[in-house]
């Protein structure tokens, strides 16, 4: 059985160090939490068999050779206040089809991109630097209003602005996937944690698997109460293709190894990861809930604001906020 490694990046730690994962061919996954700030040079170097990378918001350095030679390498969600890419940063990523630069990107070094012939770039219109560096390169590049979701084309590996593809058999030609699409997923997930709890009854992460399935129900009725589907569907994306389907392979394997009953020692360290990372994976669901919580008050607080703007044009709102005049 072939060694899998899931690195899940202690909370807290500020920076992943130069060299930390080097030449390591058993990494296909790493959970970085949103402590983190900087990947070092070096830092997923010929990590060949690292398939998909969320670097969170946190993170504002991605230095020299961090991911060179990442050929497998498909899918990676860029932080959206990056503000510098290292020389030969993605070098050699070939199998790498799309990244999304924010506007806060001041630097990208040489060879930064070479290399990967399949990428394409995505910016917003505004963001003159990273065309010209396309341009001079060669690179593949759209420009997007960074305001507006990309659209899709037909293909499984297109992103939107921050995001991995939504349920990407559903957007084509542009379509966007509705509530009944993104409820019947999170279900299918939801049973997938039944299925390997009835399966594996005792785990030492088995509380945060209800909590996430709990988490699941809360973003399911705050869906329904969402004026603006559309723009919560994106948000989901993330969630929706790779965490959930991530997560399910997880599962899937510590349930084959524990139905097998294996005791060799790559199965034990396997099992090992895994228990580490649950908890962290549930952090990031939490994460989830609290944006769209976050995303609804904003909408309440814009409606208070529209609301205190129409009494006082009517003279029933006096300077203090909380007096009304009838």
């Known amino acids: 059985m072939e060694k899998m490694e899931i690195i899940t990046i202690p909370d807290g730690q500020t920076k992943i160090e130069k060299n930390a994962f080097r030449w390591r061919k058993s990494l296909y996954s790493v959970i970085i939490p949103d402590s983190v700030t900087s990947i070092g040079k070096g830092a997923f170097y010929e990590c060949v068999n690292l398939q998909s990378v969320v670097i969170p918001d946190s993170v504002t350095h991605i230095e020299k050779n961090a991911f060179y030679g990442c050929k497998k390498l498909q ?3 860029m932080s959206g206040n990056l503000e ?37 770039v995505y910016c917003s219109a505004s963001q003159q630097l990273v065309e010209a ?17 990309i659209q899709p084309v037909r293909t499984e590996t297109i992103l939107t602005p921050k995001e991995e593809p939504i349920l990407t058999e559903k957007l084509i030609d542009g379509g966007i996937v509705d509530l009944p699409d993104i409820e019947k997923k999170i279900n299918a997930f939801t049973n997938e944690i039944d299925l390997f709890e009835n399966s594996v009854p005792e785990t030492v992460f088995s509380t945060e698997l209800a909590e996430i399935k709990v988490i699941l129900l809360k973003i399911i009725v705050l869906l329904k109460e969402e004026k603006d589907i559309e723009n919560s569907s994106r948000q989901l994306g993330q969630f929706l293709n790779y965490y959930l389907p991530t997560v399910k392979k997880i599962l899937d394997t510590y349930r084959q190894i524990e139905n097998q009953a294996l005791t060799v020692e790559s199965a034990v360290e396997t099992k090992q990861r895994i228990s580490e990372s649950i908890p962290f994976i549930k952090k990031a669901f939490e994460k989830e809930l609290d944006n769209m919580y976050q995303h609804k008050m904003l909408d309440i607080t814009t409606d208070i604001d529209v609301l205190e703007s129409m009494l006082a044009q009517d003279g029933l709102l006096d300077k203090n906020p909380l ?4």
């Open 75 to 77: 899918n990676i969600t």
């Open 84 to 120: 510098s890419i290292g020389d030969y940063a993605f070098y050699w990523c070939r199998n790498l089809k799309g990244i999304i630069l924010p506007d806060s990107v001041t630097s990208i070094g040489n060879y930064a991109f070479s290399w990967c012939g399949k990428l394409t």
């Open 133 to 149: 560096y396309c341009k001079i390169n060669k690179i593949k590049m759209q420009p997007v209003d960074s305001m507006q979701p």
């Open 323 to 326: 007096k009304i005049n009838f």
